[in-house]
T-cell receptor
Framework: DAGITQSPRHKVTETGTPVTLRCHQT?????MYWYRQDPGHGLRLIHY???????DKGEVSDGYSVSRSKTEDFLLTLESATSSQTSVYFC????????????????FGEGSWLTVV | AQSVTQLDSHVSVSEGTPVLLRCNYS??????LFWYVQHPNKGLQLLLK??????LVKGINGFEAEFKKSETSFHLTKPSAHMSDAAEYFC???????????FGTGTSLTVIP
């Protein structure tokens, strides 16, 4: 258990409304990620963060923004939700290697199911 | 560039028979390799991880994976499938920068009673 909590777990929203998903971690890891998972596309990286106020885009960042004002929280905002953003959203943390050769490891939250109608 | 190919999108086995899920990777350096399992409506759970130690890696729930550098493969095996093993499995390779990860497209495992 990597201490990752996503909220809300399920949400239905209307097209054009803003939506914010929250990811909270209890272990103070530097790296946090937001992915979306869709049939036929697997997992795709939306945005990631490598520290407070330090974020960068992933491969499918259009229509999404993120913020990280505290180490433990990473917020994903859909500025104006569209039906194409109906998906399952996973937050993840990167647990950094303890030794130089053990490599970082990524751990996932339970997911947030978003439906845009 | 790094890439991961899961050679089978669907695998069906009978309960009690061996499981083999195949993964090939492409990398210009020595990556870390992972297998994750995802049960329906759940997040991805780490099954096992290879770094640079033993080439045969043991994971949870009786799963193992063998790193073969010459074949650039990291196949996942289990001697005897259980009904609870039915899930989606993802092979993942780390990027050259430690915070990057590249995912395969997944293999759906069905276990037939």
């Amino acid at each position: 258990d990597a201490g990752i909590t996503q909220s809300p777990r399920h949400k239905v929203t209307e097209t054009g409304t803003p939506v914010t998903l929250r990811c909270h971690q209890t272990e103070n890891h530097r790296y946090m990620y937001w992915y979306r998972q869709d049939p036929g596309h697997g997992l795709r990286l939306i945005h990631y963060s490598y520290g407070v106020k330090d974020t960068d885009k992933g491969e499918v960042s259009d229509g999404y923004s993120v913020s990280r004002s505290k180490t433990e929280d990473f917020l994903l905002t859909l500025e104006s939700a569209t039906s194409s953003q109906t998906s399952v959203y996973f937050c993840a943390i990167g647990r950094e290697a303890i030794t130089y050769d053990s490599g970082n490891t990524i751990y996932f939250g339970e997911g947030s199911w978003l439906t845009v109608v | 560039a790094q890439s991961v190919t899961q050679l089978d999108s669907h695998v069906s086995v009978s309960e009690g028979t061996p499981v083999l899920l195949r993964c090939n990777y492409s990398s210009s350096y020595s990556p870390s390799l992972f297998w994750y399992v995802q049960h329906p409506n759940k997040g991805l759970q780490l099954l096992l991880k290879y770094t640079s130690a033993a080439t045969l890696v043991k994971g949870i729930n009786g799963f193992e994976a063998e790193f073969k550098k010459s074949e650039t493969s990291f196949h996942l095996t289990k001697p005897s499938a259980h009904m609870s093993d039915a899930a989606e499995y993802f092979c993942v390779v780390s990027g050259k920068v430690g915070n990057q990860f590249y995912f395969g497209t997944g293999t759906s495992l069905t276990v037939i009673p």
